[in-house]
Nanobody, 120 residues
Framework: QVEVVESGGGLVQPGESLRLSCTAS????????MGWYRRAPGKGRELVAR???????VYGDPVKGRFSISRDNAENTVYLQMNNLKSEDTAVYYC??????????????WGQGTQVTVSS
């Protein structure tokens, strides 16, 4: 089993910053892709950013230039630094981990989500 736990959400004002963290634990052999997705009220899920095992990052268009994703492979942790937050960034943010287990091979594992609210 792979457990994925996010932290760091909250309520901030426009222009402020937040840092999200996500850690995977459990019986896995390796992790390749780590990513963040979000779902705003009334909208579908969208990619925020993802990063592969060698550090190559991809960002969704709405966050380019404002958000930065990084990872700590030794700690099985991915971070999302969010700067210059806007009201349209309000959403539940979900962490995704691509992990390999002995029992199931490669699979995608999701956290429970953390709420980010940007409001004055």
């Amino acid at each position: 089993q792979v457990e994925v736990v996010e932290s760091g959400g909250g309520l901030v004002q426009p222009g402020e910053s937040l840092r999200l963290s996500c850690t995977a634990s459990g019986r896995f052999i390796a992790i390749n892709l780590m990513g963040w997705y979000r779902r705003a009220p009334g909208k579908g899920r969208e990619l925020v950013a993802r990063i592969d095992s060698v550090g190559v990052a991809v960002y969704g268009d709405p966050v380019k230039g404002r958000f930065s994703i990084s990872r700590d492979n030794a700690e099985n942790t991915v971070y999302l630094q969010m700067n210059n937050l806007k009201s349209e960034d309000t959403a539940v943010y979900y962490c995704s981990m691509g992990a390999r287990t002995v029992a199931d091979g490669w699979g995608n594992y999701w956290g429970q989500g953390t709420q980010v609210t940007v409001s004055s």
